[in-house]
């Protein structure tokens, strides 16, 4: 099981080209920070205790004992695992009180702990998934980002499907999409598959928000049917609820590649997608394909002079990608 050895890396927990002695001294750097944490909890008077308690514990209590409880690694009366589960979220409601805990958190501790089988090692890791979860960063100003982007990516990639969601009064709200991002897709795949999902997000983030090539490619790969039925607006995040469990992360995965290929082999970027790549370089690198030099075009949705969003003179020679 490579896992345990690989997702530590790919979760920032450990820097790539780190020495096995560097690895150890920061693992234990962590049991220290990890201990001390713990202490901070055992050490609160009973007032602290109290607001703890209602404004983190309380929640914490209730979800674990309904987390994953199908899968092997948390199943059955007393398990000691789901103790652990509950001990990593109470740890981290300490060691980053600013978010405390928020429901959706044990989601994406579960399959941590159940890979790494190590206390100190899931909340290293869990601090890494936390670092670029929506449930995290910006909050309601982050999913917002994502969405607006996966807009974008709907309006330029796949025309007819964007324009069948504008014409619902809440279509382009993408509510389906919400789910999908603040777990990354977990729900939506059987366990097996939805780890995969997380893999591939995971091993080009920073650099790509390949999650929103998800949702494209989830709503391009099913959401003709939706189109073809002309479903209303209740009825498309009917549709795409009922979707979960039983769509492939083979095809979804294959077709977001394809949508991120061909968007970043365009000879020219539409600026309205500009934010993702902040950094027009990417660090010199390819990174999961895409071109280290890539080249934007004003698609002047900022009216006339130049772009307000990379700053370069208006053109229509954007080729359709």
């Known amino acids: 099981e490579a896992r345990p050895l690989v997702w530590p890396f790919l979760l920032g927990f450990y820097p790539f080209g780190s020495t096995h002695k560097e690895r150890t001294s920061i693992m234990e750097d962590y049991k220290e920070q990890y201990k001390r944490l ?34 092997d690694y948390f199943a059955g009366e007393n ?21 405390g805990y928020v429901q959706g958190m044990s989601d994406l501790l579960s399959p941590l702990l159940a890979a790494m089988d190590n206390e100190v090692s899931a909340f290293a890791c869990f601090v890494g998934i936390m670092q670029h979860s929506v449930l995290m960063v910006g909050g309601r100003t982050a999913m917002d980002s994502q969405l607006t982007l996966v807009r974008e990516l709907l ?15 809440t ?20 366990h097996t598959e939805a780890i995969r ?37 209740d009825d498309t995040l009917l549709f795409f609820s009922h979707l979960s469990r039983h769509m492939s992360a083979e095809v979804v995965l294959h077709q977001a590649r394809a949508f991120l ?11 309205s997608i500009s934010s993702l790549f902040p950094d027009p370089g990417l660090g010199g690198s390819d990174v999961a394909g895409v071109k280290s030099e890539l080249h934007f075009g004003c698609v002047e949705c900022h009216g006339r002079g130049p772009c307000a969003v990379r700053h370069i003179v208006p053109t229509h020679n954007i080729l359709p990608v």
């Open 171 to 190: 279509g382009l709200e993408l509510l389906f999409c919400h789910r999908w991002l603040l777990l990354t897709f977990k729900r939506e795949f059987i």
């Open 38 to 71: 713990k202490q901070r909890r055992e050490a609160m008077d009973s007032a602290e205790r109290q607001v703890f308690w209602s404004k983190v514990q309380s929640t914490v209590e209730k979800d674990v004992v309904r987390t994953d409880r199908s899968q």
């Open 155 to 169: 309006h330029i990639l796949t025309p007819d499907i964007y324009s069948y969601l504008a014409q619902q009064q």
């Open 197 to 233: 999902v997380w893999e591939s997000v995971w091993a080009v983030q920073p650099y790509l928000p390949f999650a929103a090539f998800l949702c494209l490619s989830v709503v391009a790969v099913y959401g003709a049917e939706a189109v073809e039925r002309k479903l209303e607006t």
């Open 79 to 99: 398990n000691n695992n789901v103790l652990i589960l509950r001990e990593i979220l109470l740890c981290y409601a300490v060691y980053n009180p600013d978010i």
């Open 261 to 271: 290929f061909r968007l970043a082999s365009a000879d020219l970027v539409p600026c």
